[in-house]
Structures are given as C-alpha cells and as structure tokens.
C-alpha cells in the first residue's frame, strides 16, 4: 500500500497530465516516487547525490532528499553526465518513473534532464561517497553532517518520537502546557543554573540592574509550573468540600477533561560541567504532572506506558531507520529493546538497591553505602541485575533530594516518595517523585533551607486547594540513546552543547 504522502504526489501526477511538456513534470519526494505503484512519465526528483557510477552504456545515480533512508536510483544517458555531478552536489533531475529491474528496488527514475543546482568540491567535503564515517567523525560537522545517513536517520526517528510522546498524553487526556524557557526559579536546588543577562552591547553604561529586576535563568525544569497549571482552581476546592479530594478529581476529569494532567516538551538547561556521554547543557525534557495521585504506582505506571507505547510507534513508523542502529551502531540492542518492551519493569526500594551493591562482586570506583546518590556505575550494576530489564528505584533518602519531594516520615532512614526509572546502558532515564502537598511539611523543609520567601507562591498552590500530586520527567535525548543503542548523547541532538563547546 502507499502512504498518504505518496498517493497525495500520484494525485498531483494526474492533474498535471493536461499541463503543456515543459511545464508538466511534478515534484515527487524520493520516498513516493520509490513507494509509487505504477510507471509514470514527467516526474521531477530533487535531492543530494549520494553515489554517482559512469559506465560506458549507461550512467547511475543515487538521489537522497532526506525523506527516506533509501535512495532513488536515477539511469541515465552518459551524454547527461558532466564535471559538476559529484557526490554531494545538489540536483534536479527530470524524467520517467519505471519499474526497476533489481528486486531490492521497486521504482527507478530514468532521467531525461539532469540540473546541478548546487556543485560540490568533493575533495574538501569532509563526507565521502559510500563511506560508513564513525559518528565521531562526523560530529566535528555540525554543518554537514545531516547529509549522512545515520544523522539522517536519527532526526527522523526524532521527528517521529516527538510527534509520539505528544499523542500518548493527548490521547491519554494530558493538556500541553508551554512552560517558560526563562525562569527565576531553580526547581531541583542544585545550582547547575544559567544566568540570563542582556549583553555588554545592549546594556546602558551606567546600568547596574538586572533586566527582570530579578535573577533570571535558562529553566532546569518546567515542573512547577506545571504543578500550577495541574488543576489548582475554585471550582476544584469547592468540588473537594462536596465530595472529597480523590473523587473530585474523578468528577472534574470527566467534566472537564481538561488540567489534573498536564505535561510539557521542551528545551531544558543545566550548567552541569560535565563531558560525560549522558550530559550535555542544553537537552529536551518530557514532563507529566497528575493531580489526585496519593501512590508512586500512577506515577511509574505513566513512566512504563510512555516509553513502550512511544517505543512501538517508532519501531512501527521507522523500522528501516531503528534498522540502521540495530545493525551497524549497537548490534545487540534490538533484542534488548524487545527485552524491555515485553517484560514488566521492575520495582525496587532504595534500600534494596544499596544491599544488592553491597553484595555485588564487582567492585565500585564509588563504594555504596545507605546515604549516598546512586553514581552511573551502580544504576548500570542494578540494572544488569534485573536481567537488563528498566528497574525503577523507589524511595530514596530525604537529604539526598529536591525540597519538593514528598516526605515517608519512616523514621530513622529517612526518605522521599522518590521514584529513578533506571535503563540498560545508561543508567537514569526518568526522575519523579510525589509531591509534597501538606502546607506544615513544606514550610518547614523551605525554612531550614531559607527558602521560604522564594517561594511563597508555591506554598500558596498547598494553601487554596492542594491536592495529592507527582510527577515526572524524562531525558528525551536519553530515551534515544536507550532505543537505539547510541553510546554518547551527542549523536542523538542536532546541535549538541556541552561545557567548552558550542558550535554552530
Ligand atoms: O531527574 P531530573 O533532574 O528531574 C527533574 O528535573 C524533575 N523536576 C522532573 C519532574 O519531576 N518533572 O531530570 C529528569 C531527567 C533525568 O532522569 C535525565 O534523563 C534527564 O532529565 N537529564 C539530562 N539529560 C541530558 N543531560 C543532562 N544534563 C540531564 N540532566 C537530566
Ligand atoms: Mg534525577
């Protein structure tokens, strides 16, 4: 069958077909004309070429616009031929659409003109016809390197997984909320944050103030504004006085349908110094808030069906391009992958972690101990501890996370109601936790950390309406190293930025 995609290119065939010759041709993507079902004349390809073959009868070329991992394969006259029909050059080619004769293809482009719109010096390219370049080779181009197949394939899967994770919370009833890039919050506390300023061009010589009156920075997470967003109306508190507050999200979800489940998808910063393979500065968060959520079961419930409803999506709508990965990047992850699809995620406690370690025979550059943050080598150890299954690791220690993290009061080891989604080869891949909606225990805890000013819009969301709530979020570029098996973070964002390097 073909796809909309490309029955829409076959219909502007047909309406063409009364058009003068010269003006007739129709722009087809590669992608329909190699899915097309019939021969058709006057067709127009435009695209980059990715290998070019001169023999004596008869010349080939291979043609890649971006909308398919596939080329299309062009024949040509040698007479068509000329010095500018390099590798890499950029071209319009006119012609007929004909059955090919080789079985792995289905449609081929005989050419009756060929335009080169865009020379190429081969020599100074830094791609190379048919080379399989290292992805660290390639990463030095920022520029150039979508002209390659693996980035290629990357951003359509990309694009693919995006347009995936927004239809999971559409069509789970979650409402999009654009939270801001510029915040004057920092939401985890830990201070990987960037300052924004106008710079030294823009700014009056005597000016001393800050241009928002406050510090401003780049978001570390759009989590609360969020947990505003999540349902905190009159309408709600009311409904809580009548029939309680479990119900009455219950009763507003079916009224509404609309703001006990938000989530957002966006450009998230930390000033983390670190060149590790899973951090870069700049990277993409998908954040879930849930209103009326008393148990960490809801939470890490939303986390599991995200990632395998997101993932067969995209196994489904690009299995050439995952195919790419599978094969030549990480032979081995496929079948880890369908591990981690068909079997459920395991749950276990902090606690558990730390004495599952501490049994390891492996030995850690970081000894665990209870108290501690769990460091990649051991969320990789617990991970291959559970059959490389993603293990969630629930209820860490109170010290060890943000203030908004919803107290156990479990005495002497005391912890949060903290969830860690951990994945093979990475490492964390998700960070959630219930919130902490009790006005006493949140004044409190922003007290001793003299937070209490800072936030006094927060504690307002625990005085007109607070409700049980969590949440999440999930590193979208760590999600994409976790399905294809990509080794460094870097090969999986466009444009990726890390301390001492900001190309492009
Ligand atoms: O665990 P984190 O810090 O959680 C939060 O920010 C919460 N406020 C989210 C929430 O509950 N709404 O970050 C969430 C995820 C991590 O598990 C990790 O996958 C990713 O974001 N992440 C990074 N990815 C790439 N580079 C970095 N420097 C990252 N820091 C975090
Ligand atoms: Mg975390």
Redesign the pocket.
């Known amino acids: 069958m073909l796809g909309a995609r490309a029955r829409g290119g076959w219909q502007a065939l047909r309406r063409c077909a009364s058009l003068p010759r010269a003006q007739r041709a129709v722009r087809l993507r590669v992608r329909e004309a190699l899915g097309a079902r019939e021969p058709a004349g006057e067709v127009k390809v435009q695209g980059w070429v990715r290998s070019v073959r001169s023999q004596k009868e008869v010349l080939f070329l291979h043609i890649n616009d971006g909308s398919s991992l596939e080329s299309l394969q062009v024949v040509a006259d040698p007479s068509l031929e000329n010095r500018d029909l390099t590798f890499g050059s950029a071209v319009e080619v006119q012609g007929k659409l004909v059955k090919s004769p080789h079985r792995m293809q289905n449609m081929e482009l005989k050419a009756e003109t060929i335009r080169v719109v865009g020379p190429c010096d081969t020599w100074s390219f830094p791609l190379k016809m048919k080379e399989r370049h290292a992805l660290e080779y390639v990463r030095q181009f920022p520029h150039l390197r979508c002209r390659n197949n693996t980035l290629g394939s990357l951003l359509r899967i990309r694009s693919e997984a995006t347009a995936a994770i927004h239809s999971f919370f559409q069509d789970n009833g979650y409402v999009h909320i654009h939270t801001p890039i510029i915040t004057s919050n920092d939401?985890?506390g830990?201070g990987e944050l960037f300052q924004i300023e106008r710079s030294n061009e823009a700014r009056e010589p005597v000016e001393k103030t800050h241009f928002f009156d406050v510090p401003a920075f780049l978001t570390?997470?759009?989590?609360l504004h969020?947990e505003v967003m999540a349902g905190f109306t009159e309408l709600m508190t009311n409904l809580q006085a009548v029939v309680g507050k479990v119900w009455a999200g219950e009763v507003w979800r079916r009224l509404t349908r609309a703001f006990t489940h938000v989530f957002t998808f966006g450009p998230?910063f930390?000033a983390?110094n670190?060149q590790s393979r899973?951090?870069?500065?700049e990277?993409y968060?998908v954040?879930?808030?849930l209103s009326f959520t008393e148990s960490l079961q809801d939470i890490m419930q939303v986390m599991e069906d995200l990632f395998k409803t997101t993932t067969h999506t995209v196994l489904s709508k690009c299995p050439h391009d995952v195919e790419l990965f599978h094969k030549y990047i990480a032979p081995g992850r496929k079948d880890r992958l369908e591990q981690m699809l068909k079997n459920k995620f395991v749950i276990i406690s902090y606690n558990e972690a730390v004495e599952i370690l501490k049994q390891a025979s492996q030995t850690f550059s970081f000894k665990p101990e209870w108290g501690c943050d769990l460091q990649t080598e051991h969320e990789k150890y617990l991970v291959k501890h559970c059959g490389e299954v993603p293990v969630f690791v629930i209820n860490y220690p109170y010290n060890l996370k943000?203030f908004?993290m919803r107290d156990n009061e479990d005495g002497p080891q005391h912890t949060v109601a903290a969830v860690?989604?951990l994945v093979s080869g990475i490492g964390?891949?998700?960070?959630?936790?219930l919130r902490e909606e009790r006005l006493p225990f949140l004044e409190s805890r922003l007290q001793r950390l003299g937070l209490t000013d800072a936030y006094q819009w927060y504690l307002d969301l625990r005085k007109f309406g607070s409700v049980p709530h969590g949440?999440?979020?999930?590193?979208f570029?760590?999600?994409l190293q976790c399905i294809l098996g990509v080794d460094n973070?870097k090969d999986v964002i466009p444009f990726p930025r890390f301390s001492h390097s900001c190309l492009l």
């Not at 570390?220 to 989590?223: A, D, L, P």
């Not at 899973?278 to 500065?281: D, Q, T």
Request: aromatic share 10%; glycine share 16%.
């Open positions: 939401c985890e830990a570390v997470s759009g989590q969020l998230t930390r983390e670190s899973r951090h870069l500065s990277f968060m954040e879930a808030e943000p908004y860690d989604l964390e891949l998700c960070g959630g936790s949440g999440f979020g999930m590193g570029e760590r999600y973070i």
